[in-house]
């Protein structure tokens, strides 16, 4: 089983509740992961990515931190702004061994944004800090206003080849490298927008420095009253519902294998839509986590990404007080 299998996804817009400001850290996220690291000598590898990733952009002179703007009753912010010292946050209010996947606004469609942010990071960030750069999140599910049709899986692979190839000439240090997919589809649906397709494409091999593949998935949804419906407890935790839903990842993780990178469940957890409370935030959920990420290992998955935001109920922790509740730690 891979060191890293367990891992973190955190959303962008909320990184800097988990992790606090330049002088002011996260002391519940800091002694969780010092635990970790502690017991096992480093850290989940975490991402900083989703949504939010794809509306983020770097400006040195913003006023604070991190500024989100959120319409109303929307979880996740509409445009994301942030400064250098996000990068300090990073650097000085995380365990020593911490690792990052930091993701890149690709759904902007302007390469001076991701630009703007390989810039910061290279210059700003310890090197040892970032694991890879993630360019874009479920980009296999952008509009019509964030690309022009068609948008497909060549026009998707020939832009992160344009893109990455730009931003390679701001990276200085030749360990950092870049994650591609990130892909929503599950395998049965998705076509030949895929994880496979984009190693029969060969972009690993143009590319030269990928790190990891990554595809996103949760078993269930309230995203639908539909999907809603087959929400419980009971279905989440049954182990053939785990077997048989993972088996449909096999010709992605034999793909990745075969580009001579990791394959990762970059994105996950049990209900998406932020999960559901009495389920994605049960001791039942923390033992479906468990079966799910072992399972994933024997199929070849080198990590599980499970993803928090201070507000889901999928969350492993709440790191500040949010809407009259305080900050907590739940049995998942």
């Known amino acids: 089983i891979s060191r890293s299998i367990a891992a973190l996804s955190i959303e962008f817009c909320y990184i800097t509740d988990y992790f606090g400001d330049v002088g002011k850290p996260n002391k519940l996220t800091l002694s969780l992961l010092q635990n970790i690291e502690d017991i096992l000598g480093a850290p989940p590898i975490i991402r900083i990515g989703g949504h939010t990733q794809d509306v983020a952009q770097y400006n040195s002179s913003n006023p604070t931190t991190l500024s989100n703007v959120f319409d109303p009753g929307n979880l996740e912010a509409v445009n994301v702004t942030f400064n250098s010292n996000l990068f300090r946050v990073l650097n000085e209010n995380a365990v020593s061994n911490q690792q990052f996947i930091f993701g890149l606004n690709f759904g902007q469609d302007n390469l001076a944004y991701p630009l703007a942010e390989v810039e910061a990071a290279e210059s700003l960030l310890r090197p040892s800090r970032l694991y890879a750069y993630e360019l874009g999140n479920e980009p296999d599910f952008y509009s019509a206003m964030q690309r022009p049709r068609p948008w497909n899986v060549d026009t998707y692979a020939q832009e992160q080849l344009d893109w990455i190839s730009v931003l390679k000439t701001k990276v200085l240090n030749g360990g950092h490298g870049f994650q591609l997919g990130a892909l929503a589809q599950e395998p049965i649906y998705q076509g030949n927008f895929s994880v496979a397709q984009l190693t029969k494409m060969s972009l690993p091999k143009s590319l030269g420095n990928v790190k990891s593949y990554s595809d996103h998935t949760y078993p269930f949804s309230i995203c639908t009253s539909e999907t809603a419906a087959l929400v419980s407890l009971p279905n989440l935790m049954n182990h053939i519902n785990t077997i048989q839903y993972f088996s449909q990842w096999q010709a992605e993780v034999a793909s990745a294998l075969s580009a001579g990178v990791h394959f990762f469940m970059g994105e996950t957890g049990s209900v998406s839509c932020h999960g559901e409370d009495g389920v994605s935030n049960t001791l039942g959920a923390a033992l479906w986590e468990i079966?799910?990420?072992?399972?994933?290992?024997?199929?070849?998955?080198?990590?599980?990404?499970?993803?928090?935001?201070?507000?889901?109920?999928?969350?492993?922790?709440?790191?500040?007080?949010?809407?009259?509740?305080?900050?907590?730690?739940y049995p998942t």
């Open 291 to 329: 079966d799910y990420m072992l399972h994933g290992s024997t199929l070849g998955f080198q990590g599980v990404f499970f993803h928090m935001g201070t507000p889901f109920y999928y969350s492993m922790w709440q790191p500040i007080a949010y809407n009259n509740s305080p900050a907590a730690v």
